[in-house]
C-alpha cells in the first residue's frame, strides 16, 4: 500500500449537509418545490451538473440551458457561504487519526473529490499541507462513477493505482475505486455501498490495520 486516494465529501468532512441544504434553497426560490431526503443519495460524489441533472428529472423539469448554468452558479454561491463557517472541528471523527497513521507508514495521500471546492474545504479544515496531492476535477473527462478522479489522484502521487487504496462514503465513488483498479474502502450502510471491498459503518469505525490486512489479503 503505496497511496491512499480521499474522497472529501462525507469521508473527510460532513459537507453533504451543507450541499444539500443548497441545493433544497435554490429548488424552493425558484420553482417552491421542496426535495425529499432519499435524493441525497444521488446527489453525492456526483458532479454539480451531474446533481442538478438528477434533481431536475426527479422534479420532471426541463431548463433552458442558461437557467441550467446560472442555477449551479446559484447552488454554489449558497454553498460557499455556507462554507465559511467550516473549521477543523468540521473534520469528521477518526479522520485525523487516519490521516497520521498514513503519513507514519509512508503512504502518500492524494484527494479525489468531485469537488471543485476541494481546495478551499481542505484549507478551511487546515488539512492543505497534509496532503501530496489534490487532483483536479475539472480536469477530467468524466466524473465518479468513471474512475478518472481516482487515476488522476493516484497519478498524482506517481503510484500505481493498484497499489493505492480509495475511500468513499458514495455508490458512484465505490464503482469509481474498483473500476481504477485500487481496493475500495466504503463508510457507510451495507445495503448501499456492497460493492466496497471493505466497508466501516462511519469514519470513527476507520483503522488503519484493517485497511492494512485487507491490503495484503
Ligand atoms: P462542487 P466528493 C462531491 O464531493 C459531493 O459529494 C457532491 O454532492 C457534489 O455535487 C460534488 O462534490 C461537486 O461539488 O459543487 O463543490 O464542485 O464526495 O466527491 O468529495
Ligand atoms: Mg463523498
Redo the contacts with the bound molecule.
Sequence with gaps: MKGVLF?????IAD??VY?FQAWRKLIKDHFNRDLPDELEKQ??????K??LTAILNYLDIKVSDADFQEMTDE??KV?RELLASLTPQNILPGISDLISQFKQHDVKLSL???????PYILEKLQLNSVFDAIAD?SKVAAG?PAPD?FLAAASAINVDPKDCVGI???IA?IKAINKAGALSVGVGAKNELSEAKLLFPDTSALNYDQIESAWEE
Design positions: 474522497d472529501l465529501d462525507g469521508v459537507t453533504s450541499h446527489t453525492k460524489g456526483v458532479s454539480r451531474d446533481s447552488k454554489n454553498f479525489a473529490s468531485a469537488s471543485l471546492n476541494g476535477p465518479k478522479i468513499e462514503d458514495s465513488g
